[in-house]
């Protein structure tokens, strides 16, 4: 029995030994991996050989910045091959800032290759601007063709023109950052063609000499304020629309027609008025007649009890009356008229 617990112990012991260094050898692969990861030895040495001054220190810093050390190292790599003169903390800053180091360094590049005057302080401004300060540069060198859309206008006499342009435009780097971009030299060369179209004559001066349009709009400095420098503006194609002055001319007929229509209305209105007013007015003076025809026996009873009439006036009277209403009756049958100027013969 104690021969069988000290093997056991001994087998224990063994075990235990065996399970430390196992711990201990993950250990140091742990730490030999942590080592490299915040002490890029690998890229310290890339740089070295490449001609790139970096301090193992400074690659560590950098992670601890949490700035990736391969993209700083690579971009001075590139620089220093293109002999520029860029530090790790301007690199280190344009990336902290938010900024796309690679396209920078890219950019400065190609403007140290086509003699285009850029520094890492005015590509750095283009990029945290938001533009793509690369693209500026290759614009710069290979122009870029703006198509407007088709802009109408109307000549003096009354005929349409539509225009289509083709505006060729650089980059104006000095202006990249707070210049206006391309809509506003769309827009001002579509102002320029309303303008040189509606200062015609006539259409047919249009289409004779599209030139005319092109070197006006060149000539009012349009790209001013904006970030492209404005090459050349060439009219692509003329188009006739519209006969606009007719058609203004029978809308304008037309709405002459409504107001004289509604001028009758207003007259023809009135007259209706002023008839109605005249029969009112005949209605009443007809009433006033038979108000006095009424009054008329009142009047001979008055004569006789006053002795202004006599009975043989009153039938002297009654027989006119009589003679008069026959007359009438007989005009009236016979579709004759009564001379009534003509005097009555006495009975």
Same mark, same amino acid.
């Given at each position: 029995?104690?021969?069988?617990?000290?093997?056991?112990?001994?087998?224990?012991?063994?075990?235990?030994?065996?399970?430390?260094?196992?711990?201990?050898?993950?250990?140091?692969?742990?730490?030999?991996?942590?080592?490299?990861?915040?002490?890029?030895?690998?890229?310290?040495?890339?740089?070295?050989?490449?001609?790139?001054?970096?301090?193992?220190?400074?690659?560590?810093?950098?992670?601890?910045?949490?700035?990736?050390?391969?993209?700083?190292?690579?971009?001075?790599?590139?620089?220093?091959?293109?002999?520029?003169?860029?530090?790790?903390?301007?690199?280190?800053?344009?990336?902290?800032?938010?900024?796309?180091?690679?396209?920078?360094?890219?950019?400065?590049?190609?403007?140290?290759?086509?003699?285009?005057?850029?520094?890492?302080?005015?590509?750095?401004?283009?990029?945290?601007?938001?533009?793509?300060?690369?693209?500026?540069?290759?614009?710069?060198?290979?122009?870029?063709?703006?198509?407007?859309?088709?802009?109408?206008?109307?000549?003096?006499?009354?005929?349409?023109?539509?225009?289509?342009?083709?505006?060729?435009?650089?980059?104006?780097?000095?202006?990249?950052?707070?210049?206006?971009?391309?809509?506003?030299?769309?827009?001002?060369?579509?102002?320029?063609?309303?303008?040189?179209?509606?200062?015609?004559?006539?259409?047919?001066?249009?289409?004779?000499?599209?030139?005319?349009?092109?070197?006006?709009?060149?000539?009012?400095?349009?790209?001013?304020?904006?970030?492209?420098?404005?090459?050349?503006?060439?009219?692509?194609?003329?188009?006739?629309?519209?006969?606009?002055?007719?058609?203004?001319? !029978?809308?304008?007929? *037309?709405?002459?027609? @409504?107001?004289?229509? %509604? #001028? $009758?209305?207003?007259?023809? /209105?009135? +007259?209706? !008025?002023?008839?109605? *007013?005249?029969?009112? @007015?005949?209605?009443? %003076? #007809? $009433?006033?007649?038979?108000? /006095?025809? +009424?009054?008329?026996?009142?009047?001979?009873?008055?004569?006789?009890?006053?002795?202004?009439?006599?009975?043989?006036?009153?039938?002297?009277?009654?027989?006119?009356?009589?003679?008069?209403?026959?007359?009438?009756?007989?005009?009236?049958?016979?579709?004759?008229?009564?001379?009534?100027?003509?005097?009555?013969?006495?009975?």
């Amino acid at each position: 029995m104690p021969k069988m617990s000290n093997l056991l112990f001994i087998l224990a012991q063994s075990e235990s030994g065996e399970i430390f260094s196992l711990m201990f050898v993950i250990g140091i692969i742990i730490a030999f991996f942590v080592f490299l990861y915040f002490v890029p030895l690998n890229l310290w040495i890339t740089a070295q050989f490449s001609g790139v001054r970096v301090g193992l220190f400074e690659l560590v810093f950098m992670r601890i910045r949490r700035v990736p050390p391969r993209l700083i190292v690579e971009s001075m790599i590139t620089a220093t091959k293109a002999g520029l003169q860029i530090t790790t903390s301007d690199l280190e800053t344009h990336y902290l800032a938010g900024g796309n180091v690679p396209l920078v360094i890219k950019a400065l590049i190609s403007a140290d290759k086509a003699n285009i005057s850029l520094n890492f302080k005015q590509a750095t401004a283009i990029d945290l601007a938001g533009r793509n300060v690369f693209e500026a540069i290759q614009t710069s060198v290979n122009p870029k063709v703006i198509n407007t859309p088709p802009v109408a206008a109307v000549a003096h006499d009354g005929i349409q023109v539509i225009a289509k342009a083709r505006v060729t435009v650089r980059v104006n780097i000095s202006q990249v950052v707070g210049g206006a971009g391309e809509e506003t030299i769309i827009a001002r060369v579509g102002e320029g063609i309303v303008t040189s179209i509606g200062s015609s004559q006539s259409h047919k001066e249009v289409l004779e000499n599209p030139d005319k349009i092109s070197k006006l709009v060149l000539s009012k400095g349009l790209d001013a304020g904006t970030a492209y420098e404005i090459l050349s503006i060439d009219i692509a194609d003329v188009d006739i629309g519209q006969n606009i002055g007719a058609k203004l001319q !029978a809308e304008k007929a *037309e709405s002459d027609l @409504k107001v004289a229509d %509604a #001028r $009758a209305e207003e007259r023809r /209105a009135m +007259a209706v !008025a002023l008839e109605q *007013e005249m029969r009112a @007015k005949a209605e009443e %003076a #007809r $009433a006033k007649v038979i108000e /006095a025809e +009424a009054q008329i026996p009142q009047a001979i009873a008055e004569a006789f009890r006053n002795g202004n009439l006599g009975i043989l006036d009153f039938y002297k009277m009654k027989n006119i009356q009589a003679d008069t209403e026959m007359r009438e009756s007989i005009a009236g049958s016979k579709g004759g008229t009564i001379d009534k100027n003509k005097p009555d013969k006495p009975n």
